[in-house]
């Protein structure tokens, strides 16, 4: 079997980009109370072999919002029901959430073989600042010729080639979600998130830019342990 076909016939990978904000209430609480119930959260979350979690700070980034859990699972219904199980612990009682995206990991359209942007989706190490936010694309897009918009892609891609620094992560939503897709970057100190934000600069002048319909909101996030995180944000 090609490599082609093997990633096509690869098992589906579902990601859930769950943001969490905490009930100003529970501030208010004892301080040990606090602490028993985050680290019951905590062994919650550590103990959910069949999903990858990983941890990120969003208090003071965006308003509404104190953490991001950006989990990987091989069911839909695993990051359900896990979700379900968080809610209905005691620092669960506290949390709402303001904002959630679903998505799949698939081969991109444009690229034929694995490119960075899988590769980086399932890395074990993830960069410590994370910048993430929905993609749409206009419906004049598809209405394009595929020569048409691979060239643009291509000029898109060439673009991201000259920022090695900056990780992307690509999620496929069409037909789960609300969006196309979730874009994530990461990046591992303020120097790269400069080099970013010129990569943005760069990418609103090219060919396909007329074509995004929606890229915002952004969210900006710190990637933490998760038990620091929940000290911090809770």
Not at 44 to 54: A, C, G, R, Y
Not at 55 to 84: C, F, H, N, V
Not at 206 to 222: I, Q, S
Request: charged residues 25%.
């Amino acid at each position: 079997m090609t490599e082609e076909a093997t990633r096509q016939t690869a098992p589906p990978l579902f990601v859930q980009y769950l943001f969490l904000a905490v009930d100003p209430a529970w501030r208010r609480l004892k301080p040990e109370e606090r602490e028993c119930a985050t680290t019951e959260l905590r062994e919650l979350i550590e103990s959910q072999s069949d999903i990858t979690t990983f941890a990120y700070g969003t208090t003071g980034m965006k308003a509404g919002t104190d953490m991001l859990l950006w989990r990987i699972a091989p069911e839909l219904d695993a990051l359900q029901e896990s979700t379900s199980r968080m809610m209905r612990t005691r620092l669960g009682a506290y949390l709402s959430v303001p904002c959630a995206y679903i998505g799949l990991i698939r081969p991109s359209t444009y690229v034929r073989r694995q490119d960075s942007q899988e590769q980086a989706a399932l890395a074990k190490e993830r960069g410590h600042y994370l910048v993430i936010y929905p993609f749409t694309k206009t419906h004049e897009w598809y209405q394009l010729g595929k020569a048409s918009r691979q060239g643009m892609m291509n000029e898109h891609i060439k673009i991201g080639h000259e920022y090695p620094s900056i990780k992307q992560v690509l999620v496929h939503s069409t037909g789960l979600d609300d969006q196309e897709f979730v874009v994530a970057y990461e990046m591992d100190d303020a120097e790269q998130l400069l080099a970013f934000q010129t990569l943005v600069m760069d990418l609103r002048s090219t060919d396909g830019r007329p074509y995004t319909l929606r890229d915002t909101p952004v969210f900006t996030a710190v990637h933490r342990p998760l038990g620091e995180l929940l000290a911090l944000a809770c």
